[in-house]
């Protein structure tokens, strides 16, 4: 039998075709999530290379309103846990990008949100995983507060990624009817 000719039965061809498209799908979303996570990368290196350059350790360019621009080092992780404890720290980081990069190509279905909320994810952990081991503490420079009412901790870019990638990978979640599935599951088993 020729190649090209056609006896009604499946072509051991068009599976290979299938999976050429599967893969240069899954290389147009490697991209997209890899060039998300280079440009908070990038923007995230830059502003703090900008507040490291431009003002003192804890001086503060007060703004109007809310937010201020302070330059903190953060020795530790969110709200200064675990400070001093940088190789612990990176250890974890290292383990969370690594489970985070498992979970989204074995058990997560592929969404243009899930692909944008691994990027920014990514971004953020790796970007002050650079500042970790270039400086051993991470800059911090966005004070957000409420007058003399409310402080929230210093944070910076990379933190707002990791934050805005957190709760659209749960949206995610959401939109793919996980949570239903997962709940329907549970009541077949209790019943």
């Known amino acids: 039998m020729q190649k090209g000719q056609d006896n009604g039965s499946p072509s051991k ?6 999976s050429r498209i599967f893969l240069a799908e899954g290389r147009k979303q490697i991209r997209l999530s890899l060039a998300i996570a280079a440009l908070v990368i990038t923007l995230d290196q830059l502003s703090k290379l900008w507040i490291r350059t431009n003002l003192a350790l804890t001086r ?3 703004e109007k309103g809310f937010l201020d621009l302070v330059h903190v080092e953060n020795y530790g992780s969110a709200f200064g846990l675990l400070a001093n404890q940088t190789f612990l720290l990176v250890a974890i980081i ?5 489970i985070v990069l498992l979970f ?3 058990l997560y279905p592929t969404t243009t949100l899930s692909i944008v909320s691994t990027g920014l994810i990514l971004g953020g952990a790796i970007g002050n995983l650079i500042d970790r081991f ?3 503490c991470v800059t911090d420079f966005i004070h957000a507060h409420l007058q003399d009412l409310f402080h929230w901790p210093a944070f910076n870019l990379a933190d707002t990624a990791i934050t805005v990638g957190i709760f659209t990978f749960i949206y995610s979640l959401y939109r793919s009817g996980l949570f239903r599935k997962v709940y329907e599951h549970d009541r077949k088993i209790k019943d």
């Open 13 to 18: 061809f068009v599976g290979k075709d299938k």
């Open 60 to 62: 503060s360019l007060p």
């Open 94 to 98: 290292i383990a969370i990008l690594f």
């Open 104 to 106: 989204f190509h074995y």
């Open 134 to 136: 270039r400086f051993g």
